[in-house]
């Protein structure tokens, strides 16, 4: 069965940093993809970054520049560096297994499909 677990969220200033992990349990992370997701009260969810099992990855426009996506196959663990937060940041953060989508031969995003971890909040203030 598998099972993804997020942490490392919490509640930073404006400009600060946090690194969020996900670690995996009966999942081969070297296939297929993973991703990033966050939604905030009242709006949709929607893709953070996500990550190939080739190591092509992909953003959203509103945090490349800010964000990194990362996984360690060892430790079968992902990980999303978010630097330089901004309060319209703030959201619950779920991580996902997923499909990979191309975009003119190019990875453009990992459309999930069948497992999620339980999220874990970022909270950015002013």
């Known amino acids: 069965q598998v099972q993804l677990v997020e942490s490392g969220g919490g509640s930073v200033q404006s400009g600060g940093s946090l690194r969020l992990s996900c670690a995996a349990s009966?999942?081969?992370?070297?296939?297929?993809?993973l991703a990033w997701f966050r939604q905030a009260p009242g709006k949709e969810r929607e893709g953070v970054a996500a990550?190939?099992?080739?190591?092509?990855?992909s953003y959203a426009d509103s945090v490349k520049g800010r964000f990194t996506i990362s996984q360690d196959n060892t430790k079968n663990t992902l990980y999303l560096q978010m630097n330089s937060l901004k309060p319209e940041d703030t959201a619950m953060y779920y991580c996902?297994?997923?499909?990979?989508?191309?975009?003119?031969?190019?990875?453009?995003?990992?459309?999930?499909?069948?497992?999620w971890g339980q999220g874990t909040q970022v909270t950015v203030s002013a």
């Open positions: 990550i190939h099992s080739d190591g092509s990855t």
């Open positions: 996902a297994t997923g499909r990979p989508y191309y975009t003119y031969g190019y990875f453009s995003r990992c459309v999930p499909d069948n497992y």
């Open positions: 009966g999942y081969t992370f070297s296939t297929k993809c």
